[in-house]
């Protein structure tokens, strides 16, 4: 049987700028680079890694926080910094750029499911409440997979996840905001 895989265009053209024989390298060296709050994603993972440029020896690096003001992005800009540095690669920018803002459909399916196996609820895992208001209303439990869940509080851990609890196990567990 013959299937046709279809990705979100996003996605497509994520892989394609990563491919592009010029810098494809740099690609794959920064995949090394953990976000510092969510060690099982890396920055191609989360979608935080937007852009590698290379002019001769100079290279450009192009980040985006899943929040303005994060405070991880001076320890993975510096982390980036770094890998580079030790790869060989002295002329090295690294820019913020808010615009355009971070989306959660940036993150790779293969962040969703690290996510996942971490226990914390990526953000596909939830279900729209009766008004279709509230995506994150019935958010999955990465322990049980129970949709039984009632949000806690509107932040966790961090600013990017909501706090909940599973009413089947009782696990609390973080939700990663769709945004």
């Known amino acids: 049987m ?20 010029d810098v494809k390298e740099l690609w794959d060296l920064l995949d090394i680079i953990k976000d510092p709050e969510l060690p099982v994603l890396s920055i ?21 926080p899943t929040y303005s003001g994060c405070p ?30 971070w989306s959660s459909e940036w993150m790779s399916p293969e962040g969703r499911k690290n996510l996942r196996e971490y226990g914390i609820a990526p953000p596909e895992d939830a279900d729209l409440d009766e008004d279709g208001l509230t995506p994150e209303a019935h958010a999955q439990c990465p322990h049980c997979r129970s949709r039984d869940t009632r949000r806690i509080s509107e932040f966790g851990s961090t600013a990017c996840k909501a706090l909940f ?10 939700y990663f905001k769709k945004i």
């Open 165 to 174: 609890q599973c009413n089947d196990c009782n696990e609390p567990f973080d």
């Open 72 to 101: 991880a992005m001076d320890n993975i800009r510096t982390d980036v910094e770094k890998a580079l540095n030790e790869a060989g690669y002295q002329e090295v920018t690294v820019n913020m750029s808010l615009s355009p803002a």
């Open 2 to 21: 013959n299937e046709i895989s279809l990705m979100p265009a996003e996605q497509y053209q994520r892989l394609q700028q990563r491919n592009a024989a």
């Open 44 to 64: 191609w993972d989360l979608g935080i890694l937007r852009d590698i440029e290379r002019d001769g020896d100079r290279i450009t690096v192009t980040i985006t």
